[in-house]
């Protein structure tokens, strides 16, 4: 009994998660560490530079622990760009409401009748894309997409906590 709760919270806790991670990467590139990276990223005219900074703080710090060294871009084996987007979405839904249609059926037992219920929900989808680029030869060896709905949060820590999470997510599907 005790194994059916513990299976049931770890079901309850991970499948709360809406990040729905891709990844693809040349099969053939040599991703073993120690290799030298820097992450380029040229800031674009009204880009919240706070989200990127923290991206990229996430993406240093992740790569670290994956046993990479931060280097100048001109001695870098790899080059870690990261564009980010956000789109307007709409999801439209139907589902059923089975309603009652007693005492005015005719017959034996009760009747029911589907009534159809749809409803529109507008919401906003964030995607994070991070490329893993050979210097001079232009070349993606790694991709790498996370999207979720965009979430508000009070605090520059909360924020900076669920970048840590997109990119702790997207980064464990890295090679190694």
């Known amino acids: 009994m005790r194994t059916f709760f513990l299976t049931l919270l770890l079901l309850v806790i991970t499948g709360c998660s809406t990040i729905k991670i891709d990844t693809d990467y040349d099969t053939g590139a040599d991703f073993t560490p120690p290799k030298k990276f820097a ?3 040229k800031y674009l005219e009204g880009e919240n530079t706070l989200v990127s900074d923290r991206i ?6 992740e790569l670290k622990h994956k046993g990479y060294i931060e280097s100048d871009p001109k001695e870098a084996d790899y080059y870690f760009l990261f564009h980010t987007d956000v789109t307007s979405k709409t999801r439209i839904d139907t589902d059923y409401q089975y309603v009652n249609m007693y005492p005015y059926s005719y017959g034996y037992g009760y009747r029911t009748v589907a009534i159809p219920q749809t409803r529109e929900y507008t919401y906003s989808e964030a ?4 490329d893993a680029v050979i210097p001079g030869k232009n070349k993606i060896v790694w991709r790498g997409t996370a999207v979720d709905y965009l979430k508000d949060y009070d605090t520059p820590e909360e924020k900076r906590q ?15």
């Open 39 to 41: 992450i380029i990223h």
């Open 127 to 130: 995607k994070l894309i991070v």
């Open 162 to 176: 669920y970048i840590n999470k997109v990119v702790h997510a997207l980064m464990a599907k890295f090679p190694q």
């Open 56 to 61: 990229m703080d996430a993406l240093r710090a």
